[in-house]
């Protein structure tokens, strides 16, 4: 199992967090594990921690413009594969399986590269275990952020 975020929109898009030991904190505050750069993002907004084998939830730490899962605003949540959380003008797809090792590293891929990668496995079968209308309003180059 390999939990993981991968950044849809906003000033990190293209990047991917990997859950590990302990909460994954969101917020525009350096000392969070992800910080993002956006004033619609509290100092400490959110965060994400394995509540057992296998499960993930997110709690929002009181933020001021709210912590969103799937378009519903939450404080405290479980999360599941494919869900999409909206954390200020971000938005990030939460993903739990094997990673094949050929997803961008933390630092992002470019977006050409992540085109023509899109276009050489187009013909192969969608198998991210998503949610028929995620895959469908995903862009090209966020579909090759999921192989």
Request: proline content about 6%.
């Amino acid at each position: 199992m390999n939990p993981r975020l991968v950044a849809l929109s906003g000033p990190l898009e293209g990047t991917v967090h990997t859950v590990t030991d302990g909460p994954l904190s969101f917020g525009r505050d350096p000392a969070n594990q992800v910080m993002i750069g956006d004033s619609a993002v509290s100092r400490k907004h959110c965060a994400i921690s394995q509540v057992t084998r296998g499960i993930y939830e997110i709690s929002d730490l009181d933020s001021h413009n709210g912590t969103f899962v799937n378009g519903i605003q939450v404080s405290r949540t479980p999360i599941q594969h494919g869900d999409r959380i909206r954390i200020g003008t971000s938005e990030f797809m939460f993903l739990i399986g094997e990673d094949n090792g050929s997803s961008p590293q933390s630092s992002g891929a470019g977006s050409r590269g992540m085109a023509r990668k899109y276009q050489q496995r187009s013909q192969e079968p969608m198998q991210w275990g998503l949610p028929r209308q995620s895959r469908q309003s995903l862009e090209p180059t966020q579909l090759a952020l999921l192989h």
